[in-house]
């Protein structure tokens, strides 16, 4: 079965920087586009990022456009975003999320791991 | 950007109970590039409808969803009690991607 786990979050400093991960398994991975997709707590869900399925194509949010950076890798089935110049705005649940076919829906979640950006 | 809005904000209901939401977008899009996620407190959202009417995998045919252009609706023909919770839905029509704000489906 779909399987996405989170990892990395945690309290950072406004300014700081974060590594996200998450690792995938029950299906072939290098097959489908990944998604980062965030919550604020008690809030609706907002779109963060999107990568091909070998790298080629990647969208940001307006919001995160120039300090958040996607990647993955196929080999190991790892999907990450870098979150840097970090702000009190970008305290969130972050969820990895399956792109669907045909894009861009999610069909699978993660369980989302928790940012929060305080001093 | 697509603005999406959903109504009502808050449903109150029994189970049994046929629940109906709705999800107006605006400016309107091309194709019925429309899904629908269901999330109970503490987890993450399940995918419930794409294409503005498939269901996905293992979504029970209570499930439906209908609409085109700028409003699209999901009907919950029985209330289960587990099927309290948020619904949202989302448009993949127009870049970027957007969500609506969410109706609250709760226990009356």
């Known amino acids: 079965q779909v399987q996405l786990v989170e990892s990395g979050g945690g309290l950072v400093k406004p300014g700081g920087s974060l590594r996200l991960s998450c690792a995938a398994s029950g299906f072939t991975f290098s097959d489908y586009y990944m998604s980062w997709i965030r919550q604020a707590p008690g809030k609706g869900l907002e779109w963060v990022s999107y990568?091909?399925?070998?790298?080629?194509?990647?969208y940001y949010a307006d919001s995160v456009k120039g300090r958040f950076t996607i990647s993955r890798d196929n080999a190991k089935n790892s999907l990450s975003l870098q979150l840097n110049s970090l702000r009190a705005e970008d305290t969130a649940v972050y969820y990895c999320a399956r792109v669907g076919r045909p894009y861009y829906y999610f069909d699978y979640w993660g369980q989302g791991t928790l940012v929060t950006v305080s001093s | 950007e697509i603005v999406l809005t959903q109504s009502p904000g808050t449903l109150s209901l029994s189970p049994g109970e046929r629940a109906t939401l709705s999800c107006r977008a605006s400016?309107?899009?091309?194709?019925?590039?429309l899904a629908w996620y269901h999330q109970k407190p503490g987890q993450a959202p399940r995918l419930l409808i794409y294409g503005a009417f498939s269901r996905a995998t293992g979504i029970p045919d209570r499930f439906s969803g209908s609409g085109s252009g700028t409003d699209f609706t999901l009907t919950i023909s029985r209330l289960e009690p587990e099927d309290f919770g948020v619904y949202y839905c989302?448009?993949?029509?127009?870049?970027?991607?957007?969500f609506g704000g969410g109706t609250k489906v709760e226990i009356k």
């Open positions: 990568v091909g399925s070998v790298s080629n194509t990647i």
């Open positions: 989302q448009q993949y029509g127009s870049s970027p991607v957007t």
């Open positions: 400016p309107s899009f091309s194709g019925n590039y």
